[in-house]
């Protein structure tokens, strides 16, 4: 560690300006002079962490109180401002439309063998998938 440039790798390391600079004097023969108040970054107030004051606890820590801490409000209905003016709204009619034709198929049903009891049963075809069906009364047991 006696070059000055290895005093200030070490000096960059360990965050010790006074070595960087007594490295520096000895590299370029210049007198430096050290801050009389170097700026810290722990006085700065963005970059404290305290959050003490920041605890809010969600139950009372006293045993003797209830258990609630939350302020409770009463529920008060509020006055009815309505005022029935006696129409029905009678005197709007809704215009006469044509209804629109149906055009979905009517549901195909299928003849299908229960493959537990052997009986036969009506089954929409949409809902027969595979080769083994089994009834309502077979699935439920």
């Given amino acids: 560690m006696t070059s000055p440039l290895e005093k200030i790798r070490v000096g960059i390391e360990t965050n010790d300006m006074d070595l960087i600079r007594v490295a520096f004097e000895e590299l370029t023969g210049e007198v430096t002079t050290s801050p009389k108040n170097p700026p810290t970054t722990e006085d700065s107030p963005m970059n404290k962490n305290d959050f003490s004051d920041f605890v809010a606890s969600a139950q009372s820590s006293d045993p003797t109180t209830k258990s609630r801490v939350a302020k409770t409000m009463p529920v008060v209905g509020g006055d009815n401002t309505f005022t029935d003016e006696g129409t029905d709204s009678k005197d709007i009619e809704t215009p006469q439309i044509a ?28 809902l027969v998938q595979g080769e083994f069906h089994v009834c309502g009364k077979c699935a439920r047991k």
């Fill in 99 to 126: 209804l629109s034709p149906r055009n979905r198929p009517a549901s195909v049903t299928v003849e299908i063998l229960c493959h537990k009891c052997g009986k036969t049963e009506k089954v929409a075809q949409s």
